[in-house]
């Protein structure tokens, strides 16, 4: 099986340390980054499958840094953080994270979310070269694509999971529950945050007009309902 590539950034060695120890021992490789700018450099050379950063560092903080790697890859991010406002969480979800865990966490918790995140996207990888076609809508899964009246739209890892599940699901309407547990495990199920802010990115992306959409319909108090077109 192919080694995992981790980037690790945090301005505390007592805690990339800890981290670097726990996630080798476990059969990732590891680099750590310091610093955001040293992260943004670090990252072209070293091609890492996941991107995991605290929040709060000097220059360049975590938002920001999500920002910087959306411009340049989707590789899934990760965001560690003592903040755990919805405010917060939502502003790190806005800027391109894919998962957020509040500190203090255990060793264990932030594995499951490692796995769950890497497993997520090596499912989509592996999936069959055919395009998946219906309506206004083409995803190409092996090559992590999808284009909306043949414009391509490029998504991050999570965008592309949750759009690829809703249009798996055309017109049917998909409980805030039920899609929060398929898309971010069942620790997730209560996180309507989480929904709120993807949904709205998506539809900025493939919405002609985000506050009328036509494709991701929203059903009151239940959840979503997605229209092909």
């Known amino acids: ?10 301005d505390e ?16 490789d590891v680099r750590i980054a310091n610093d955001g700018e040293t992260a943004i450099e670090l990252f072209r050379e070293f091609a890492p499958d996941l991107l995991i950063t605290d ?6 903080d975590g938002i920001e840094l999500c920002r910087a790697i959306r411009k340049i890859s989707s590789v899934p991010i990760i965001v560690l953080s003592v903040k755990g406002e919805e405010k917060t969480k939502v502003t ?14 255990s060793m264990d918790e932030l594995l499951a979310r490692v796995r769950a995140t890497l497993r997520r996207t090596s499912q989509i990888e ?22 909306v009246s043949g414009k391509e739209i490029h998504l991050t890892p999570k965008e ?15 409980t805030h529950h039920n899609l929060l547990g398929a898309i971010w495990g069942g620790n997730f199920t209560e996180s309507n945050e989480y929904l709120r802010v993807f949904v709205g990115q998506i ?7 985000p506050d009328k959409p036509k494709y991701i319909l929203t059903v009151p108090w239940v959840g979503y309902r997605f229209s092909s077109g």
């Not at 055919?130 to 083409?138: K, Q, S, T």
């Not at 592309?160 to 998909?174: A, M, P, R, S, T």
């Not at 539809?203 to 007009?209: A, G, L, N, S, V």
């Open 203 to 209: 539809r900025k992306k493939i919405e002609p007009q």
């Open 13 to 28: 060695p007592q805690i990339t340390r800890v981290l670097r120890r726990s996630l080798m021992a476990h059969h990732y």
């Open 160 to 174: 592309f999971e949750l759009l690829h599940y809703l249009f798996q699901n055309d017109g049917k309407v998909i």
């Open 126 to 147: 592996e999936k069959t070269t055919a395009n998946l076609i219906r309506g206004d809508f083409e995803f190409d899964l092996l090559a992590h694509k999808v284009f």
């Open 92 to 105: 790190a979800l806005d800027a391109g994270a894919d998962d957020y865990v509040t500190k203090p966490f």
């Open 55 to 60: 929040l709060s560092m000097p220059e360049m």
């Open 1 to 10: 099986m192919e080694t995992k590539r981790i980037l690790l950034v945090d």
